[in-house]
């Protein structure tokens, strides 16, 4: 009987334990969240001031003049999905995976991934960005994109996309795939009527063909800040989870402890009164 008591001790110390290593990685993810939600929300109204400017710049007449929303005389489509960089955060890294196998099967495709987590989901992709996401920042990001540009420009691939988790609370997120390129204007609602520019510009389609690129580029950054908190708050999530887990488990084991004690206790009272009466 002492035995058992011993065991059951043993794994409510070994369960109180990991209960705390769970709190406290708990508080270090919300601690995280609530600044990479700042950025995130910082990132949305960025691109909302783009989206603005690019109504004022481009209308629905500029589809066939700007590089960026014509199609070329690529093959194969581009992928590029992002992972995490480390583990514990649930469902996250293997849900994209799987998004990402549903949208790319049977296509001629490559991939190309952010995340350490991803090399072991996809071996063969391209290139990988694996400590991309350590320090991003939004210059980083930009530069990025230019080399996305450039493989659109040089026909490598017809279409590029971007896969990535869209955080739409703490506690729902949703895998999401966007195509970059050739981006379709038609998304943004522009005005069908041409612009009038109250001033001279020696290029105006250049001027669009930035404003669009630096468009792109935020929204770029936007998924891939929401990838970063969507990752965070499931992170944040599981441990919780596994706190409140640790925690009814050890009110279980406590209390088998508590009664198996009892009976303990009671048998040892009954060979007393026993021995007693001989």
Request: hydrophobic residues 35%.
């Amino acid at each position: 009987m002492s035995t058992s008591l011993t065991k059951i001790r043993k794994r409510i110390s070994s369960i109180d334990s990991t209960m705390k290593i769970t709190k406290a990685m708990k508080m270090v993810s919300s601690s995280k969240m609530i600044r990479k939600k700042r950025s995130f929300y910082d990132v949305c109204n960025y691109q909302r001031e783009v989206q603005t400017l690019l109504k004022k710049v481009i209308d629905l007449n500029d589809v066939e003049n700007l590089t960026l929303t014509k199609p070329n005389k690529g093959e194969k489509e581009l992928y590029i999905v992002t992972f995490s960089d480390v583990g514990l955060c649930g469902s996250y890294n293997n849900s994209i995976y799987k998004y990402t196998l549903e949208l790319t099967q049977d296509k001629n495709c490559d991939v190309l991934y952010f995340g350490n987590k991803g090399k072991n989901k996809f071996p063969n992709a391209i290139e990988d960005y694996q400590s991309f996401l350590v320090s991003v920042n939004g210059s980083e990001i930009n530069k990025f994109f230019i080399y996305l540009k450039h493989l659109f420009l040089e026909n490598k691939y017809k279409e590029i996309h971007i896969v990535y988790t869209n955080f739409k609370n703490a506690l729902v997120f949703e895998n999401t795939s966007l195509k970059l390129l050739p981006f379709d204007l038609s998304e943004v609602e522009l005005k069908k009527e041409i612009l009038q520019f109250p001033y001279h510009y020696e290029s105006i389609l250049k001027v669009k063909e930035n404003t669009l690129e630096m468009y792109l580029s935020a929204i770029l950054t936007k998924c891939i800040y929401s990838s970063l908190l969507s990752e965070e708050s499931m992170r944040r999530n599981a441990m919780d989870n596994a706190t409140k887990n640790a925690e009814d488990i050890s009110k279980q084991l406590k209390l088998q402890y508590n009664k198996l004690r009892q009976e303990n206790i009671t048998m040892e009272i009954q060979d007393i009164v026993v021995n007693s009466m001989n």
